[in-house]
């Protein structure tokens, strides 16, 4: 027996609901990307001025802890000339004010959930965990990934503010979905203090400029486009820097301090300078390095903070000078992804004060003090694809979550030294590698000394195509549970992660310090 | 209009029985052939699954078998309770699959994330939709038309949670 009209178009619907609904969500991305805006009509490399993010101000401070509010809210950024795009920022910007600590002054930071509930593309349930990248946080306030915020609820972050003086950030960390929410704008700068980094005559003030850098790519109506080319990763055709593409900077003929920080979802970049004068390297991601380095290229992965003073002194008025990206490979190259950011030398220097490098910057920087002689225990992390997924050592985040959080890969006492031999096989890709709580010193890359401007303290570092590292670290000041992964977070989401415990009987990154629910009381 | 086969007076009772038993064989192979695509697939994908998380690997290990023994299952009895139970089975993983696909798995470590759908996933669900199709056809008619109406209900009520918002 046959089907009757009114039975057919019944299945039909019924069909429609099958396959129309779970196709929609990949059908929204291949049209968007169809609707990708044409080169054409993106802004000129340098024709946009650059702005710095804006310095957050405490809503309250007490004798020795500042109190900041920040609400994770979607907004319309003006990014591309002429087109509104949704961004998802920390009080609805992209990059997030900037925090500046000092050390030794606690920092209390209320991040309200206020996103949307669904992602509007991915069509994802939205839920944040905000890590502050480089900081020694009790496990609880460390942005662990399954310690989540959803929305209509809030959570206070504290910060101690021990380290030294260093370049930091805060970002997304949802466990699965860090790299949609961080690639909509959940990120931002926060800028560690402290009287050495003060007393040194290098470039203060209006002549040190945080320069964050990310790719995106857009719709031909402005709206932020995310394809993750099948969980390998998000390259975007328009690089921004500090939310504007290619912009131009000018500068006077002196000595500027840049805090460069990668803030891209996939993109590794190798910067160098058109006129082929080298950088001078003070800073790294735990912050001065005991003495600078100078090179001219810096190979700079997803997450990595450089420190680098430049020093446009030799050039006449009217010089431009691009900052330009080499493109290491396993990246996709697009028309200008060649360029980052211009900067046109004005004027003669109106200040002359801290204009110097000096050749001695932190020499006693614990990190970079740490000898092999002193390690307890030795460890290999093999980075690497297997069975379709991205792995550490072949395991998951999902294995931890399997295992109920137990699943540890290192196990090191409090204040243990160990190395660990970081290494990648494969010739296809790379992993910027991102040890949670500590920083560490690169031992060697390849049996070689590392490169001149990895010569200070490091909480990540570039595993390359076919790379082996060795890192030397001191675990703690924190006992606990904490988190190492590869900063290309599309592979984080898919889940080359995994976590390490120091020492025993730390504070439970989830049921210490849960998110809770708004209304909150007052910071 | 109906499409329906209509057997005529001048067909003889026992041709007609001839040509109802031919006509109920093909499609039992029919909807064999279907449930051991979709069985194939599910197997397949059973031990990635496995590693995710254990009660992902045994859902498609189960969703599997089933399909898979359902095979010689409507060859051999194509009686009204199993077409009954291969329809509501095949309903049940489709369910499955668009709640998957659209609010994520609504258990293990990958809860609440929706997943990709894929050329061969909505290719096997084509199959289990077209199998739902075979099936019906194979039921009596006030059977059939009960199914129909609770498959466009179902269907409906995805389509409004969608517009609604409420189903991402």
């Known amino acids: ?43 000129a490399p340098f024709s946009v001025p650059l702005t710095v993010p804006p310095v957050l101000t405490p809503v309250r401070s007490t004798a020795d802890t500042d109190f900041y509010a920040i609400t994770q809210q979607a907004a319309a950024a003006d990014i591309l000339p002429g087109l509104k795009t949704t961004i998802w920022g920390y009080n609805g910007i992209t990059p997030g004010p900037t925090i500046v600590a000092s050390r030794g002054r606690r920092a209390v930071v209320r991040h309200v959930n206020a996103l949307p509930r669904v992602h509007p593309t991915l069509r994802y349930t939205v839920w944040t965990s905000t890590h502050l990248h480089g900081s020694a946080s009790l496990p609880q306030f460390d942005g662990y990934a399954s310690d989540i915020t959803n929305v209509g609820q809030f959570k206070d972050y504290e910060y101690p503010n021990v380290q030294e003086a260093r370049t930091i950030w805060y970002h997304d960390h949802g466990v699965h979905i860090t790299a949609p929410n961080a690639y909509m704008g959940l990120a931002g700068l926060y800028l560690i203090e402290d009287d050495l980094e003060r007393s040194l005559p290098i470039p203060h003030g209006r002549y040190d400029v945080p320069l964050a850098i990310k790719d995106a790519l857009f719709t031909n109506t402005g709206e932020l486009i995310f394809d993750d080319n099948g969980a390998s990763g998000m390259f975007g055709d328009v690089i921004l820097v500090n939310g504007k593409p290619w912009p131009a900077m000018p500068v006077e003929r002196r000595k500027y301090r840049f805090r460069i920080l990668n803030a891209s979802i996939s993109r590794s970049y190798e910067l160098a300078l058109s006129t082929g004068d080298p950088f001078t390297v003070i800073g790294t991601d735990g912050g001065l390095m005991p003495a600078p380095q100078v090179t001219p290229t810096i190979r700079h992965g997803m997450a990595e903070r450089y420190e680098v003073v430049i020093d446009f002194a030799k050039y006449p008025i009217g010089t431009r000078v691009v900052l330009r990206n080499l493109q290491p490979e396993n990246n996709q190259e697009f028309a200008h992804t060649d360029v ?80 660990w031999t970081i290494r990648n096989n494969s010739n296809g890709w790379f992993h910027p590698v991102h040890i949670h709580l500590v920083d560490f010193k690169i031992l060697d890359r390849n049996g070689s000394a590392p490169a001149p401007y990895e010569r200070g303290p490091k909480d990540v570092v570039y595993l390359g195509e076919g790379e082996t590292v060795r890192l030397i670290m001191k675990f703690g000041p924190n006992l606990g549970r904490y988190m190492m ?30 998110a809770r629910n708004l209304p909150a009381p007052s910071l | 209009m109906s499409t329906a086969l209509r057997p005529t007076s001048a067909v003889p009772p026992a041709a007609r029985a001839r040509l109802h038993g031919s006509e109920t064989r093909r499609r039992a192979a029919a909807a064999a052939a279907l449930s051991l695509a979709a069985a194939w697939v599910h197997l397949a994908y059973a031990a990635p699954h496995l590693r995710q998380w254990w009660a992902y690997g045994a859902f498609f290990l189960a969703t599997g078998a089933g399909q898979a023994l359902f095979a010689p299952l409507i060859l051999r009895r194509p009686r009204p309770w199993v077409i009954a139970a291969g329809v509501a089975g095949n309903v049940a993983i489709i369910a499955m699959y668009v709640v998957s696909r659209t609010y994520g798995p609504p258990l293990g470590p990958h809860a609440r994330v929706p997943e990709v759908a894929g050329p061969i996933d909505l290719a096997t669900t084509a199959a289990e939709v077209c199998l739902v199709g075979v099936l019906l056809t194979m039921m009596a008619p006030p059977a059939r038309r009960w199914v129909a109406n609770l498959l466009v209900a179902f269907a409906v009520l995805l389509w409004a949670l969608r517009l609604m918002g409420r189903l991402p």
Do not use: Y
Request: glycine residues 6%; contains cysteine.
């Open chain 1, 1 to 43: 027996m046959q089907l009757r009209r009114r039975e057919l178009l019944k299945l039909g619907v019924f069909g429609s609901a099958a396959l129309l609904l779970p196709a929609e969500r990949v059908a929204r991305t291949e049209l968007a990307l169809k609707n990708r805006i044409a080169a054409s009509r993106l802004p």
């Open chain 1, 340 to 419: 980052i950011m211009a900067f046109d030398v004005t004027s003669e220097a109106t200040d002359t004060t801290n204009n110097e490098v000096p050749s001695v910057l932190n020499p006693d920087n614990a990190t970079m003090q740490l000898d092999p002689a002193q390690a307890k225990a030795a460890r290999l992390m093999d980075f690497k694809r297997q069975g379709g997924e991205w792995t550490v050592n072949g395991r998951t985040w999902e294995d931890v979550i399997n295992s109920g959080f137990t699943l540890l890969e290192a196990h090191p006492g409090l204040n243990d030294v160990e190395i």
């Open chain 1, 485 to 514: 992964h590869c900063h290309n977070l599309v592979h984080e989401d898919h889940d080359m992660m995994v976590q390490f415990e120091v020492g025993t009987g730390g504070p439970d990154p989830i049921t210490a310090a849960p």
